[in-house]
T-cell receptor, first 114, second 114 residues
Framework: DTGVSQDPRHKITKRGQNVTFRCDPI?????LYWYRQTLGQGPEFLTY????????KSRLLSDRFSAERPKGSFSTLEIQRTEQGDSAMYLC????????????FGQGTRLTVV | GEDVEQSLFLSVREGDSSVINCTYT??????LYWYKQEPGAGLQLLTY?????DMKQDQRLTVLLNKKDKHLSLRIADTQTGDSAIYFC??????????????FGRGTQLTVWP
């Protein structure tokens, strides 16, 4: 297993366009998290899936954001009608079902809204 | 975020020890983590410590936890130029929070001079 994989690594989009990011967690990790990181800040929690169920959403996740994990494996994060304030690094992490909650992060998707 | 505080910058000479400090506010935190982030990359899990421990050593890394003062530190022995990166302290909370959700500090930029 090569770890958590995110695609694309970079995305430049015009304001108002929709974008979708994909995350493939480590195999057998049933817990999946999305975070957002802006320049000079630590990652901030966006949402959490346990298997296919979305169990928590942060207040940071406005109505323009939606996340899915349809079969409990990969996840997608969609941002509709992007705004310049959405420019950030979007990080995905996964954790195993048992033991210490070690969260392993992907390389992130860098979004730039112009 | 505001729950976890770190100093923003640290500079050391190659071969010296580095000590990165962190304070947190939630006494119910169960696990405390150190992550490393290199430019443009995701977060690499370095080590973590369970809240009932006061020290953990892993090769060049030593983590010290003072639960009474809610203070966590990461010591890197024989610091190398390849250790230059941003180091994030993070906590996972036991009460009132999603399992495994992490709360991050703003990160400490470690610069190692040759």
């Amino acid at each position: 297993d090569t770890g958590v994989s995110q695609d694309p690594r970079h995305k430049i989009t015009k304001r108002g366009q929709n974008v979708t990011f994909r995350c493939d967690p480590i195999s057998e990790h049933n817990r999946l998290y999305w975070y957002r990181q802006t320049l000079g800040q630590g990652p901030e929690f966006l949402t959490y899936f346990q298997n296919e169920a979305q169990l928590e959403k942060s207040r940071l996740l406005s109505d323009r954001f939606s996340a899915e994990r349809p079969k409990g494996s990969f996840s997608t994060l969609e941002i509709q009608r992007t705004e310049q304030g959405d420019s950030a690094m979007y990080l995905c992490a996964s954790s195993p079902p048992r033991g210490a909650p070690e969260a392993f992060f992907g390389q992130g998707t860098r979004l730039t809204v112009v | 975020g505001e729950d976890v505080e770190q100093s923003l910058f640290l500079s050391v000479r190659e071969g010296d020890s580095s000590v990165i400090n962190c304070t947190y506010t939630d006494s119910s935190s169960t696990y405390l983590y150190w992550y490393k982030q290199e430019p443009g990359a995701g977060l690499q899990l370095l080590t973590y410590i369970f809240s009932n421990m006061d020290m953990k050593q892993d090769q060049r890394l030593t983590v010290l936890l003072n639960k009474k003062d809610k203070h966590l530190s990461l010591r890197i022995a024989d610091t190398q130029t390849g250790d230059s990166a941003i180091y994030f302290c993070a906590e996972s909370k036991n009460r009132g929070s999603t399992l495994g959700r992490l709360y991050f500090g703003r990160g400490t930029q470690l610069t190692v001079w040759p």
